[in-house]
């Protein structure tokens, strides 16, 4: 199956999150180098390509490389933090040139919370005016929220928020925090427990499943996912053999991911457990996170692969 392409467009930022995972470095793309990438992707017949950065719409050519992805029949995707798409005439112009899906980043819907985790005060306000015009223009809006110390606590209510202020969000994706990429050291701090999330995952979990709604997983062991084992973004991943091709605005340039970028360290724990097979294991066990926290479980393995398979 043709897998999604990603390229970072610019690694120059409008907020200052503090567990960024692509920190600002100052460089923007050019456009012949951006237009390089879309043709290679393109060639190469990928299912459609996610800008991303920093902060993508930092990236001065950004109608214009949407409508050329377009051209070149590759789907555009957009990650950003929902500022500068706030500006109607702005959004606009991405709609007009074929955008017609995109994730917007949002860690809480406590103003204060979101505007402390990303150095922004008037974060939350644009984010609300961003869903609500995207929506408008039927662009198609995914929410992706990091899980930390800071919204561990009311993560079903920042689903409530979105889908009542935008009930066409269908699909949320979550990603435990990743140590490794924080840009402060302040940052270490705002690391959760896994315990610290478990009942607000599974409470919003289970209420976007009631609703019909979809949703993804990073960085959590399927003992965290309660009947949602198949809903884990490297579960999924594992099962399908997929991979994925990313383009660094830095140092590292383009990455093939295959399916081992997929996989963590397990414990002895894990020996007993009955998706062991099917498990990503635990992101950074033994530094950030310990063996103790995880519980082997007993489900029926083929009914996860199933489900995963059936699960578009
Ligand atoms: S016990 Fe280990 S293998 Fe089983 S779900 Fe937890 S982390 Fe995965």
Redesign the pocket.
Known sequence: MAELAYLQVSRVCNQKCLFCSNPANGRVISWAEAARWIDSFAKDRAAGVILTGGEPTMFPGLARLVAYAVKRRLAPRLITNGQKTAERGYLRRLARAGLRHMHISIYSCRAAVQGRLTGNPESLDNIRRSLVQACELGIRVDVNTVISKANAGHLRELVGWVTDLAPQVRHFVWNNLDPLMNEGSAANDLVPRLRDFEVELHKAMTWLASTGRSFRVERV???FMSEFPHRSTETRKLIKDEGRRIYFLDEKGLRVQDHNAWTYK??A??AQ?R??RL?A??YQLGVYYSEAE????FTDPAEVARRVREDS
């Open positions: 062991p399927l003992c397990k414990g724990r894990c457990c998706l062991e498990c294991g635990l995880l519980c082997p479980v």
